[in-house]
């Protein structure tokens, strides 16, 4: 064994090995002992760790002395040292069982020669063995394992929600409604959507709290329920639909959907002789008021859902600016020529504004005198004027029909007619003469006109006609009547007993005829308009206080300076404000004088 491993721990298979060599080396003859240092040695082969035992220099592993041994001198001589027989096999006295394993592992590999360092396997060139083929990879079923258990229990979940489903009847899923168009308008729908197709709906099976009428249509699972009328404001509407299949009629139940409408707000237009005319947003408590368009003169404006529509004066003739509710993205409106417009009104539901027109430079022998003129609010277009044949004929009255295009007007003879303004090229429809039409109620294409000395109620879809019902108790002759849903306010002037005019007042009539005073003045204090909101939940009441002290102002629809808007509950007739300012967003048209 070399001396590079002196210092390395021995097996325990070296160490049987050592063991056997000395006790061999002792059973052995004697060696011979070294002549006198005189005498000429013969050097012959001997193993190499025989020599490496010689005193001297140690090799060092890089091939130095070692510096230890370095200064001890030996004197040269010539040794005659015999071989040493090599060592006899050692046969190891049977182990126990638990030796023997030991012993199996320490043997497994081949036991160098001690006398032959050449031989340890550890410095020995390893076999070359090729690189073992790695075994296929198994594939991974976990991940399909788990995606195919998801989509099981989905599945199962799924068909047990279709068999409660089946099982329970229909069940609303969904609830849709413009909860400020329903307040503003009539003809808005709640879509009230199930979770399965729906049988077809009875109006009978539908009820509606607080009541408002309606209609009924349903397509596949959708159910739309359409309010004829405008509903009230701040106030919660529930719905009721009793008995509803689906498509098989095999199970009933009942669906149920509320919802909450807002506070009402109104414009009203305040205007200025020191300083520019004012259109106010306010809502009916009056603290919260938001001036919307400023203009040096404001004759006229109306409101939709969408848009402001504004009259105003430039050097002394008409302007008509459109824009949305905010008074922003104004533009102009083209006229018909340079002239005067009155009467503006607007049709929510055809998107278009009307007025009558007069030249600026009209004569008796020319120019165009109170034409009715209407356009779309878009601005596309030439304006379109209404004619009959192919004459303009001068307007005395008119109006838009509530929830239409159509207009209804009396030209100066008196002939009424109704044109759908849709279709410019419609011919107007004859309706008799009139005096004057007094308002036309929403939802119902049913106007108050005047023939004569008698009011009546003419439907405008197949033209019949009633007399409109007296009042009672009975107030007098109105004066004006503007309708809503339910009834009206008739406007009468009263009188003492030798007929003199002593006051005013408004009275809520309902469609049977019962009336209720709602508002009076008296005085010098003159009413000069009554509108109801959309729904006639509230009315809107201008007055010009102390008339007699109020002087008109210089506009192109000249009015008294100071005007005064009273905002009463038409039910209980309850004055809940007064705003300072006139024409408010409810009325179809501005006051008339």
């Known amino acids: 064994m070399s001396t590079d491993d002196a210092d390395r721990p021995l097996t325990r298979a070296e160490l049987r090995a050592r063991r056997a060599a000395e006790e061999a080396a002792a059973a052995a003859p004697a060696v011979p002992e070294v002549p006198p240092a005189d005498e000429p040695v013969t050097r012959s082969a001997a193993p190499a760790d025989v020599f490496d035992r010689a005193p001297g220099p140690r090799r060092t592993p890089n091939g130095g002395s070692d510096p230890s041994t370095a200064s001890e001198s030996v004197p040269e001589a010539d040794v005659d040292l015999s071989p040493v027989p090599a060592a006899e096999a050692v046969t190891s006295p049977e182990r126990p069982p638990a030796e023997a394993a030991d012993a199996e592992i320490f043997d497994a590999a081949p036991v160098a020669d001690a006398t032959d360092g050449s031989s340890d396997p550890r410095l020995e060139t390893p076999e070359w063995q090729p690189h073992p083929t790695p075994a296929p990879a198994t594939r991974r079923r976990r991940f399909p394992l788990i995606l195919g258990a998801v989509i099981g229990v989905l599945v199962v979940v799924v068909a047990g929600f279709g068999v409660i489903t089946l099982l329970q009847g229909p069940r609303i899923s969904g609830v849709k409604i413009d909860a400020q168009s329903a307040i503003d308008a009539s003809g808005t729908r709640m ?21 408002a009428p ?4 349903t397509s596949g699972r959708n159910l739309g329920i ?7 404001d701040d106030t919660n509407y529930t719905v009721t639909v009793k008995d509803a299949t689906g498509t098989d009629k095999q199970r009933q139940s009942t669906l149920q959907a509320s919802f909450q409408t807002p506070k009402s707000t109104i414009f ?25 368009v400023q203009h040096e003169k404001i004759d006229d404006f109306r409101a939709t859902a969408d848009h402001l529509v504004v009259a105003t004066e430039k050097d002394g003739i008409s302007e008509l600016l459109v824009m949305d509710r905010k008074g922003k993205n104004q533009r102009g409106l083209k006229l018909p020529g340079p002239g005067f417009l009155s009467n503006l009104q607007v049709s929510e539901r055809g998107n278009l504004v009307g007025y009558t027109f007069t030249d600026k430079g009209i004569s008796a022998t020319s120019g165009r005198a109170s034409i009715l003129v209407t356009q779309s609010l878009t601005g596309d277009g030439d304006p379109q004027i209404v004619k009959i044949g192919d004459k303009m004929p001068s307007i005395s009255q008119w109006a838009f029909v509530p929830d239409s295009s ?3 007007f009396i030209d100066f003879s008196g002939a009424l007619f109704v044109q759908d303004r849709a279709d410019a090229k419609t011919a107007p429809t004859a309706l008799g003469s009139a005096q004057t039409v007094e308002g036309i109620s929403r939802g119902t294409y049913t106007a108050i006109v005047s023939r004569g000395n008698d009011l009546v109620e003419l ?9 409109l019902a007296a009042s009672t108790p009975d107030f007098g002759v109105p004066g004006t009547i503007a309708p809503f849903p339910g009834g009206t306010l008739r406007q009468v002037a009263t009188r003492d007993a030798s007929g003199l005019p002593t006051g005013q007042i408004v009275t809520r009539v309902d469609d049977g005829g019962k009336a209720t005073k709602l508002f009076s003045v008296t005085g010098s204090d003159a009413i000069m308009q009554a509108c109801p909101s959309p729904s006639g939940q509230y009315s ?9 002290n109020n002087p008109y102002d210089q506009s192109l629809l ?19 404000v007064v705003l300072a300012g006139f024409d408010p967003s409810w009325c179809a048209q501005a006051p008339h004088r």
């Open 406 to 408: 159509s207009v209804l």
């Open 459 to 467: 439907n405008l879809a197949d033209g019949s006609e009633k007399p």
């Open 191 to 211: 879509i009230i959507t199930a979770s399965q197709p729906l049988a077809k709906v009875d109006p009978k099976q539908v009820s509606v709290s607080p009541q």
């Open 268 to 292: 009203l237009l305040q205007r200025n002789a020191k300083g520019d005319d004012t259109i106010f947003l306010t809502d009916l408590g009056g603290k919260n008021a938001v001036p919307v």
């Open 540 to 548: 809107a009441i201008v007055v010009a206080p102390k008339l007699v």
């Open 558 to 576: 000249p009015l008294p300076t100071t005007m005064q808007t009273h905002i009463v509950d038409t039910k209980t007739g309850k004055e809940l």
């Open 226 to 232: 359409r309010f004829t009328v405008p509903l009230d």
């Open 214 to 217: 309606f209609t009924v249509d």
